[in-house]
């Protein structure tokens, strides 16, 4: 019956092309949002907020497609798998653009002042290119489906989680001479950009999952050494942590 086959396919080009409008948002409100950061631009910050609005509502309107494309057509295989793997592509993606938006408000909030003074900004303005990139290389993975993306999707995942590490590593050293407000705001906005990172791996996961009918082999955790400076001793002491992926906070 091809007059059914034909909406049925025409069902699932469209949760494909909603998926590319959020991802194209949450690209473009990371970048956004980091420029109004860096530059002290209030206006650029509330058109972020405002794209973000537009954003959740597409990922409202896209979970209510899904939920009634599977109720009508109960797909089966590849088919379901799509459509269950895009349920968790768009919260991902709405969670990017949540990310961003904290970003956005917090230049709103601080402004006139900047939000990323001295050492601090050129690590956040790359964290904000990174993030960038990443969203990017996401979107090319949702329309090619080429598996070879999800690798270099996580190993530009590690740029994004060596700067974290640097920033956090700027912000406790003894010479830090911008208080102690600036440096909880930065770290809040360290962790919004490595979080928006691990959204975008997951993203690949879900699509790896789509092509294979399984995710991917987990990658050997790293061990990250973070050194505590301290001003009565001159060996610093190590403090070890885990990185771990999975699962991605909501």
Not at 62 to 85: F, G
Not at 98 to 121: D, F, I, N, Q
């Amino acid at each position: 019956m091809p007059g059914i086959r034909s909406t049925y396919e025409t069902d699932l080009l469209r949760v494909d092309d909603i998926l590319l409008q959020m991802c194209d948002l949450a690209d473009s409100t990371m970048r956004d949002a980091t420029t109004a950061l860096v530059e002290r631009d209030v206006s650029l910050a509330e058109q972020v907020i405002d794209r973000d609005r537009h954003l959740d509502m597409l990922h409202q309107g896209l979970e209510n497609r899904l939920l009634r494309v599977i109720a009508r057509w109960s797909p089966v295989a590849r088919d379901l798998r799509t459509l269950l793997a895009a349920l968790r592509v768009g919260a991902d993606l709405a969670r990017m653009g949540g990310l961003s938006r904290h970003v956005a408000e917090l230049a709103r909030r601080r402004y006139p002042r900047c939000a990323a003074p001295g050492a601090s900004h050129v690590l956040v303005l790359s964290m904000g290119q990174v993030g960038g990139r990443l969203a990017t290389m996401t979107r090319d993975l949702l329309e090619a489906r080429d598996l070879r993306l999800v690798r270099q999707v996580a190993a530009l995942d590690d740029q994004m989680d060596s700067l974290h590490r640097k920033l956090l590593a700027t912000l406790i050293a003894p010479d830090w001479p911008h208080g102690v407000e600036p440096a909880v705001d930065l770290t809040l906005v360290g962790r919004f950009y490595e979080r928006y990172g691990d959204h975008t791996v997951t993203i690949a996961h879900q699509v790896h999952f789509i092509e294979t009918g399984a995710l991917p082999e987990p990658r050997p955790r790293e061990a990250i050494d973070v050194r505590v400076p301290t001003t009565t001793s001159t060996i610093s002491s190590p403090v070890v942590h885990r990185a771990v992926r999975q699962p991605v906070e909501r």
